[in-house]
């Protein structure tokens, strides 16, 4: 892997990590674009630089690191624990799904799904309008969502998205409540493959890991507070629309 094939690298991965569209579905894609195999190194790298995703949801809500913040945390950690237990008992099967064609085909389902949530979505009737305001039950159903997105091409955004809307989060607490709950899950999956395959990791070149890493975090920041500001004038149709173009070009590509 070259310094530009790792900037593209970074750059997918930060530009797709918290937005409903896959980050592991388009790395897919954008690798084999660029002519990279799904080999031991470049799926190494793929995982660090999910590490800069992790540190870049750090940044952008470090004022929420404190005790006075310990219950909003409690709820992060209720909803981690579905995908938590069903990707550590299931890893083998889960990555034996990875195909261009399942992702393909949950690009279109998740299209359709965010197209009919907002045809149902009715502005005002939300109450849940802040992070504080998620209950644990709430934090529960999301987590229970979430873990739709072990299916390769889901997004692991997007499904926590849906279900925190479904149960009356609005758009942009939503969200921000995925990004708070994509820690433990990078941070777990991350772990689990720098503990299991750690000797992998030796081999990668530490100049293309460093420039993806550095773009990754620099890009997911910067996502964050556009797509926050996005949400505030506009809806999810374009993301729904968007999924199904997509996942229809890869069937017909592939």
Known sequence: MDLFQAAILGLIEGLTEYLPISSTGHLIIVADWLGLPQNVENKAFEVIIQLAAILAVIAHYRDRF????????????????????????????????????????????????????????????HRTRTLEQVSLRQALWIGLFQALALIPGTSRAGASIVGGVAIGLDRKTAAEFSFLLALPVLAAASGFDLVTHYE????????????????????????????????????????????????????WLY
């Open 66 to 125: 404190s005790l006075e913040h310990l219950p909003l945390w409690l709820k992060v950690t209720v909803a981690f624990v579905p995908i938590g237990a069903l990707g550590l008992l299931f890893h083998h099967q889960i990555k034996a799904l990875f195909s261009i064609e399942v992702v393909a085909w949950m690009f279109i389902l998740g299209g359709i799904v965010f197209l009919i949530m907002e045809a149902l979505y009715t502005e005002g009737t």
């Open 200 to 251: 992998d990791f030796a081999t990668t070149g530490w100049g293309p890991l460093a420039v993806g890493f550095a773009v990754a975090f620099v890009t997911a920041w910067l996502t964050m507070k556009l797509f926050l500001s996005f949400l505030e004038r506009f809806t999810f149709r374009a993301f729904g629309w968007y999924r199904i173009i997509f996942g229809a070009l890869l069937l």
